[in-house]
């Protein structure tokens, strides 16, 4: 099988540079190359940083449906208002580069290290998979074995073996901080790892996976970090205060 690579895998961090940065840190030294699945910015206070962080550790990165409508690629009219109005928030606060660089993300699916990634559906992007019916397309028509998705900001995903779709829910318990998957062969998997910087899986801690499919493991993540300090940029900035109550609760 030659080397193994390990993959950090990241998605919907909507401008959460403390989120993010929790993540990175919890998962210093455990990766090799890193990939992003989308929704980099919107919601949250930091969408500069986050953008230049994730550049800075090089990550394959696709786009999302809010870095779609940050840049005006899709119209935010069929965002909730509060989606919209920080649509709207971030776009005025983008440096000129980064939004030239979100506008230029490329659209899911893509292949990178012997997976597939995509946004939200293989064939919408802004399709959300939240259930087997829903899966099952992506699980049986994408090019390999294990795909990642994100946009349901929900950690765990599917798999499908002798047309049998089994939900996975890897979500770690409150007090651990992963969660291990072994992957089986003859298993197509379409796996979450969930949302780092806006959970709604009922934990508010930033969730993230790390995947080695040489081994034939990923590892679910979740890291607490200090949601205080990312609300109180959020009602600085003037953002809907609703956006930074949620973060409390991971809903």
Known sequence: MGHSVRYLILSDIHSN?????????AASGRWDESVCLGDIVG??????????????????TIRGNHDKAVCGLIDSEDFNPLAQSAVLWTRAHLKLDNLAYIRNLPKGPVEVGG???????????????????????GLLTAPTPVSFFGHTHNQGGFSLREGMVSVLNYKPPEYRQNSLLHLESGTAYLLNPGSV???????????????????????????????????ERMLAAVLPEPLALRLSFGR
């Open 115 to 137: 997976f597939t990634i995509f946004h939200g559906a293989f064939h919408d992007e802004d399709e959300y998979v939240f259930s087997p019916e829903l899966a099952l397309d």
């Open 197 to 231: 910087g806006q959970a709604r899986d009922g934990d508010p801690r930033a969730a993230f996976a790390i995947a080695n499919l040489q081994e034939n493991k990923v590892e679910f993540c979740r890291v607490p970090y200090d949601i205080e300090a990312v609300q």
């Open 17 to 25: 540079l403390t989120a993010l940065d929790a993540a990175l840190a």
């Open 43 to 60: 919601y949250g206070p930091d969408p500069n940083e986050v953008i230049e962080r994730i550049q800075s550790i090089h990550a394959a």
